[in-house]
Every structure is written in C-alpha cells, then in structure tokens.
C-alpha cells in the first residue's frame, strides 16, 4: 500500500521545498524561508537533507558582500517526487 513513497519526502519541508523546486527552476534561500515561514536553521538542514540524496542542487554565490544561497531540483530529485505524488495519488485513489 505505501510501495513508492520516498522517504525524503515525509516531512512537510521538505515536500514544501521539492514541491517550489518542482514549478520553479530555482529559488533562493530567502525566498522560501519566507513563502515557508522557517528559520534559517531549519531550512537549511532540511535542505542539507535533500542534497545529501541528491535531489537538489546547492549554489552559491555573492551578491554585493552577502553570501546567495539558490536551490535547484535534480532530474533525480524530479523523478524522485514525480513516483512520490504518483503513490500519493494512488493511495487515495484505493490502488
């Protein structure tokens, strides 16, 4: 019944995060704290998390002196989340 869920995904941040990098081509560290309400901290290990499977990106550069933090998905993270809403879909379907 739960055959295709990823792990990864079971926490609600993380599936926030993988759910923006999914519609958007990147996004930056400030953008989603705030479209998530999160701090620093916790973004960052959920997104600490997710690289660490491969399923993001992490880049970073400078803006002016301060340090830019921009997030993109994997095509191995997409196709991770892309089975991840398929099981979902399937599970309240009653598949």
Excluded: W
């Excluded at 993988?18 to 959920?46: C, P, Q, R, W, Y």
């Excluded at 491969?54 to 892309?82: C, L, M, N, R, W």
Aim: charged content about 25%; hydrophobic content about 40%.
């Amino acid at each position: 019944m739960l055959e295709g869920f990823d792990k990864a995904f079971e926490n609600k941040v993380r599936l926030g995060i993988m759910s923006m990098l999914m519609v958007n081509e990147s996004m930056n560290f400030n953008a989603i704290k705030e479209l998530m309400d999160l701090t620093d901290g916790n973004l960052a290990s959920h997104a600490a998390a997710l690289e660490k499977v491969g399923y993001i990106e992490v880049y970073k550069s400078f803006v002016g002196k301060k340090t830019q933090t921009t997030y993109t998905a994997t095509q191995s993270g997409k196709d991770a989340f892309g089975k991840h809403l398929q099981a979902l879909e399937n599970l309240v379907k009653g598949l």
